[in-house]
């Protein structure tokens, strides 16, 4: 039934038709709240790509995505799901702020960031080592534990926000506000450079750093033993065992890979936008990420793009949100909703479609 | 002491009901080979149509019959594309989450203007509680009075489907035809199909039977165990409801019983707030909170052995790759 | 005259760029075993699903018993009398046998009904045609022969007429075949009509009426099969002559390179399958261990990669203990290893040839610096394998999945010869795998023996044992039951596989 | 400067029948009145609190009132980068010379709730349901059980926190049982100050016929004559009054603190529940709050040094 497409068909033609199909659907909604939805469209579009700010906020809601997303991509190739990357995420925040508060009165923010990354990324690791030991050693589900751990994690932290790290005082249980060396400068310079104004998006340097990691989890994943050892254990773990992969260990160091890039996530919205410890900061972004991955298909380049269409959602729902205030926040969920349907679940609908419109000039091509 | 345990045990019912329910939709979703993790959205899409239905028709019954149409309609849209389309199931059920969150708090305010919410129910409007023969006459005898009218009686007619539906669930499963074809199409969906069943057709109706038992937890939800529906009110029970499957190794009798630890560890961790314990005086509400979910975690990792799952689950069935 | 029991006229089927099926026309008459025979990937598989309404043909008519008609499901197939016993089993193993018997046509709603009847009707299948097994095993716990079974009564139960066996003797021990040959000669009596698929050219000549041969999705010829020889079959199917059997000179053995000192194992269930077996393999010799399947020869060769942990006894691999149950130790110490399933345990079907090509020996300085694996080197490495072995297509790039079995089965045995171990280890090297592929494997293990390499070869196939071996143990229920050469009465080895013998003291 | 009003509401958004909904129906109120048209938004996650405000501000709007302790660190941003711009902030302080920062002594009304709760319980046992366990909460926690107190000195109060994710807002099913647990202690009256879990609290007290009180927003038509009152807190004239001293040129900033005095908290006395309190029962309640006001007695705020005396 499934002729083979070329490549741009398939990662290029059908994503975008899928992409259409949702806003279409999008759009009928839309109309049925009684506005226009080419309108929305326009207003979606422009308020994440149109100018500086709004890009500038595309990329910074799309960093938060890349980081959970390649985190439960990692863990995907190892066939392990982690669904912790929330709890993972917000435990990370905990140790990004904690590097910060304890450092930005003693050293500039270029010795702070790699102390606060390193730090979110091990509380991270951590909040995800116990699920990985016990799916590894005690075979308990790894997906029960990470949905526990979550809870746990949003336990642990009320109870430090409130008890531990509340400021004396004041009213919102946050820890107090880092000083300017606990701040993550933001990206004016590349902004610019692109022709931007960056205005007041809280666009910052850990948008680089998630750059970064998706080069580093291609890397990974692809270039190095631990990385062919992850995916034969993912793929086949008899063939693993034959090959002399050890699972516990694989299972752990996978997870606990996936847990510090879940960790470091905290880096964008503690270090780079608010400068404390807040609650609820992972703010959803691991549950995106869950999305993000799938729909970027476990591949870097891929949670990448997919990172970037839930920050335009985002970016561009609230601009949508704010412009046409008939239209509330869910409208933007709703959307969300949509778009993961039908890039998503939906992927393979309009497959056969194409190739059957596309097998005579494709057969043309061949021979 | 005694009725401090009956309250808990009371409550432990209350609080398993949506829980049980959804676990059992999730189970026959899974055992087909369809993972569900779209369970939360439609439970959270059936209290929605249940409230707005008894608001708008007077009836519970009407409200109960809208949730379990629109979840069916829902975990039909999930079939679609994990099943006609062979998208994967988990994204799909993911949107499905989205897709009911977003929906549900849009309608609620172009139709209710409440924010989302919808009216609050009256009496008439909702489930009421089912007083069992002989309730009034022996609840003042000691224990047995105890048990029968306080924990037995009184409950809601969803909290006794739900728990009937355990053992019928059980019974489908084993005993009927349809049973054995569902089973069969999760684990080897070839199979099913060589031998002359459509495995499509089977998949299908599992996600709809998954449907109902999710639309008839969100009525349980809104329409009887609260007073009407406010956003995102399912609070994570659909979650805690597919690890409830995961811990009962998708099996219907144990799922009743994962539900009532997981519902009697709830009501636990409610009543023993504030209350001072033994040794260690009164714990932190948090760690309170956090019982639960720790106990789950030490039980998974102490006790269940490493569960198997549905060998096809996950897996769309593709013959001609 | 009776019409023919099945007539294919003009089939053609492609998936995708594949044409699986070229045109086929095909007489099957009725009451008799008619074989196909064909290299691996030839298309036999495929012809048989469109027969079975598992596949749709692209063009071509089917008429069974003279009547054109339409197969677009099982359903049909079935209502037409036509039963199938697929290569790769299509069972529920967590279900019975009787669940598995009843699938699909369970009589009623509820089971109850439908179960008492099926289970008198497998009794009088099981009296009639000597088909026996007990109704209430779990199906996963059965050994395959008697999977095997459970597919044959799935389709009598319905009814079927018409048998397609698809590659049935593939997993069957010589006893097992033999015992499936005297059903289906029963079945053949009763006037059903046999399509038996085979890469075995025995087999067709002792079971067969007729037969059939495909080559890359033609069927270029029907033969009756007393007016046919193996060496003609041979050649009809690969093309070119082939040598059936095996030219070696006498053994020079060296020293010892493997030796296993009363090794104890047990399986995942807790059952002992390792009694306390005591080998050693020398250089230069091949060693073959026969028996029935299922009697401790994975577990042996499992302990001995360092798969399986020894709850006692010893192994010692060229001259070294073997310290823990550690595959990637074993490896390294000059172990190789040939797994007897490739698709569960020696390939990652999912990825391309050259990433198996490395699968085991990924650690391997060899192939890149430090954390790294070089692509160059791994690709460079896999074309090498992949001309050495003859696989084809020689595409490195190719997802593993879509090479045929007998190339699949090319692919792990050079990765592990290649690397030039001291030790291989080999289990079931040409199960479903097409002559012309025997005929080269077999002539590459005899000149890794006479390389001076130790080889313990493991394989059901009573005739490749006594090809290959230079010594032959026999494995019973977790023993070696004695030791006989090469030239050993093959009715002899065939007592100690089923556990009689003189040798019991060994 | 010129009056085109808006105002940011915090996560719960604007219709959460508490908090946000005040400031959403302070905002109405003035619309109605004045035929002046306002913009509002509700964020979805931390980061556009800055930007909402900032957008306000950029199209000059004027002025701009952001409900909820959550937005201080994003008003003071914002309040500095358009000194030009007016600014309030509901629950919390940021001191800027462009914001005005209003606070509410939500304990002084919790007090009189606490009063009138003790008076109408049967039991002398009373409850209390909170969303999540934050100073906020615990703050009005307090005032209450002081009011208790002082009505029925020998009075028994149940506190009980909801959760510890957002959820904890939003869980009518888990304040049912919350209050089903106190009331099966012999509680009979049980405030709430839980959002949208409230109304789980105001059911399950309804079903089983003992009183509820509602918070924030007047609750007391959610279950007529089972709503005993409800603590209100007026950030609808806190929000009316923004808008209107900047129509009116009477625009100042700095600290308001809204307490009885101020008329910005108070207990709710309507239709629904004018037969549940009894004329003792009012005049407990008027007097502490004369009390309250003349400052005869104070009420322990826990935010000032996070304990509660009583
Ligand atoms: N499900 C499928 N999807 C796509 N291509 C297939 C599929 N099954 C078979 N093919 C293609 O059809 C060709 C014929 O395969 P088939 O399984 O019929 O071979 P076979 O003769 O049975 O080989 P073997 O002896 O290895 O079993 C193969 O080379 C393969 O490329
Ligand atoms: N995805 C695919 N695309 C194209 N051809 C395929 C695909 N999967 C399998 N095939 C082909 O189908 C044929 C049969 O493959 P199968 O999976 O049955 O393995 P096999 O090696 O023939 O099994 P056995 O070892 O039991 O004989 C092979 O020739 C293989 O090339
Ligand atoms: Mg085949
Ligand atoms: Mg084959």
Known sequence: MNAQLPRWVDLGLIPLLNLAAALLVAGLVVALIGQSPLEAVRLIVQGAFGYGEGVGFTLFYATNFIFTGLAVAVAFHAGLFNIGGEGQAYVGGLGVGL???????????????????????????????????????????????????????????VYLLVNVLKVEGAMAPESRT???????????????????????????????????????????????????????????????????????????????????????????????????????????????GIAVALMGRAHPLGVLLAAVLFGALYQGGAELAFEMPQITRDMVVVIQGLVVLFAGGLEFMFRPLVARLLAPFLRREEG | MFDAAILILDST???????????????????????????????????????????????????????????????????????????????????????????????????????????????EQRFGELSLPLAQTLADVPVLGGIWSELISGHSILVYLAFAMAPITWWTLGRTRFGLRLRAVGENPAAVDTAGISVARMRYLAVACCGALCGAAGAYLSTAQSAGFIKDMSAGKGFIALAALIFAKWRPIPAMFACLLFGFLDAAAIRLQGVSLPVIGSAPVELIQALPYLLTVVLLAGFIGAARPPRAGGVPYVKER | MTAPAIELVGV??????????????????????????????????????????????????????????????????????????HQHFMLVEPFTVLENVMLGAEGGRLLRGGAARAR??????????????????????????????????KALYRGAEILILDEPTGVLTPDEADQLFRILDQLRAQGKTVLLITHKLREIMAATDAVSVMRAGRMVATRATADTSVEELAE?????????????????????????????????????????????????????????????????????????????????????PLARPDPALARRMGLAHVPEDRHRMGLVTRFPARENAILGYHRAPRYGNGPFLDQGRVLEACRELMAAFDVRPPDPHLKTANFSGGNQQKIVLAREIERDPEVLIVGQPTRGVDVGAIEAIHRRLIELRDAGKAILLVSVELDEIRALSDRILVMFDGRLMGERDAAADERELGLLMSGVGAGRAA | AELKPAVVYDLGGKFDKSFNEAAYSGAERFRKETGVAYRDFEIQNDA???????????????????????????????????????????????????????????????????????????????????????????KFACGYRGGVKAANPDAVVFENMTGTTGAAWN???????????????????????????????????????????????????????????????????????????????????????????????GYALDENNKDLITPEMKAAADEAAAKIIAGEIVVHDYMSDNACPY
């Not at chain 1, 308990?140 to 932290?157: C, E, Q």
């Not at chain 3, 299948?125 to 095993?137: C, I, M, Q």
């Not at chain 4, 049982?177 to 879990?197: N, P």
């Not at chain 4, 040129?249 to 809204?258: A, D, I, N, S, Y």
């Open chain 1, 99 to 157: 590097a910060c508060l304890a450092l930005d009165r003693w050293l500039p923010w270029w010795l702070i960031a790699p102390v606060a990354a390193l730090a979110g990324a091990a509380f991270g690791a951590a909040w995800a080592f116990l699920p990985a030991w016990f799916q590894a050693r005690r075979g308990s589900h790894i997906v029960i534990t990470t949905i526990m751990f979550n809870f746990l994690a949003a336990t642990l932290m």
């Open chain 1, 178 to 288: 880092f000083e300017q060396a606990g701040r993550l400068p933001r990206l004016d310079w590349l902004m610019s450079a692109l022709g931007y104004e960056q205005g007041g998006a809280p666009l910052n340097v850990s948008f680089l750093l998630a750059l970064a990691a998706c080069v580093f989890v291609w890397a990974l994943i692809w270039r190095t033993r631990l990385g062919y050892e992850i995916r034969t254990f993912g793929a086949n773990p008899t063939a693993a065992l034959y090959a002399g992969i050890d699972p516990v260990r694989v299972t752990v160091i996978t997870m606990l890979i996936s847990g510090g890039l879940a960790g470091l996530m905290a880096l964008n919205p503690v270090m780079g936008d608010q400068n404390r410890i807040f609650l609820d900061l992972a703010g959803g972004a691991g549950f995106v």
């Open chain 2, 13 to 123: 019912v209350r609080l398993s009901t949506p829980l049980l329910l959804v676990c059992l939709a999730g189970l026959y979703s899974e055992r087909a080979g369809v993972i569900d993790i779209g369970l939360e959205g439609k439970l959270l899409a059936g209290a929605f149509a249940a409230a707005a239905a008894a608001a708008v028709f007077g009836s519970p019954w009407i409200g109960l019959a809208a949730a379990v149409g629109v979840s069916i309609a829902l975990a039909l849209l999930h079939g679609l594309g994990c099943i006609t389309f062979r998208g994967n199931q988990i994204v799909s059920g993911v949107a499905i989450n989205f897709l009911a969150a977003g929906l549900t708090a849009l309608l609620g305010q172009a139709w209710f203007s409440q924010g989302g919410r919808t009216p609050a129910l009256g009496p």
């Open chain 3, 12 to 85: 053609d089927k492609s998936f995708g760029p594949v044409h699986a099926n070229r045109d086929i026309n095909l007489r099957v008459e009725k009451g008799t075993i008619h074989g196909i025979v064909g290299e691996n990937g030839a298309g036999k598989s495929t012809l048989m699903s469109i027969l079975y309404g598992f596949y749709q043909a692209d063009r071509g008519e089917i008429r069974v018993n003279g009547r054109r008609v339409r197969i677009p499901d099982s359903q049909a197939a079935i209502a037409l009398g036509i039963g199938m016993v």
């Open chain 3, 120 to 153: 008198a009707e497998l009794a009088r299948l099981a009296r009639e045609y000597g088909l026996e097994v007990d109704p209430d095993a779990v199906v996963g716990d059965l050994p395959v022969g008697q999977q095997q079974r459970v597919e044959i009564l």
């Open chain 3, 236 to 320: 009809l199917m690969v093309g070119r002559r082939v040598l059936l059997r095996v030219d070696k000179g006498p053994a020079r053995p060296g020293e010892v390179r493997l030796r296993v000192a009363d090794a104890r194992a047990h399986d995942a269930q807790g059952v002992e399958r390792l009694r306390g077996v005591s080998l050693e393999v020398r250089a230069g010799e091949i060693v073959g261990i026969a028996g029935v399947a299922g009697n401790g020869q994975s577990e042996l060769l499992e302990a001995i990669a360092g798969i399986r942990p020894l709850s006692a006894g010893r192994i010692e691999i060229c001259g070294a």
């Open chain 4, 48 to 138: 556009q609190r800055e930007q909402a405000l900032r957008r306000f501000a950029r199209s000059g709007y004027n002025p701009i009132v952001a409900i909820g302790f959550s937005q201080a660190a994003a008003v003071e941003k914002v309040a500095k980068e358009f000194p030009d711009a007016n600014f309030a902030i509901v629950d919390m302080v940021v001191d800027l010379p462009n914001v005005r920062s209003i606070l509410f002594k939500e304990h002084e009304g919790s007090y009189l709730v606490g009063i009138l709760a003790a008076m109408a319980s049967k039991t002398g046992k009373v409850g209390f349901v909170g969303g999540m366990d934050i100073p906020l909460i615990r």
């Open chain 4, 171 to 265: 869980d009518p099913v888990r304040g049912g049982e919350l209050a089903k647990a106190q009331m099966a202690q012999g509680a009979d009256v049980i405030y709430h100050a839980a959002g949208g879990t409230g109304l789980g609290v105001i059911q399950a007290a309804a079903d089983a016929g003992k009183l509820a009180i509602g918070v924030d927003s007047n609750q007391n038509g959610i279950a007529p004559g089972h709503v005993l009152t409800s603590m209100l807190k007026r950030v609808d004239v806190a929000v009316y009054d923004a808008f209107k001293d900047v129509q009116d040129g009477k625009w100042t900033t700095g600290f308001e603190v809204l307490g009885l005095a101020e008329g910005g908290v």
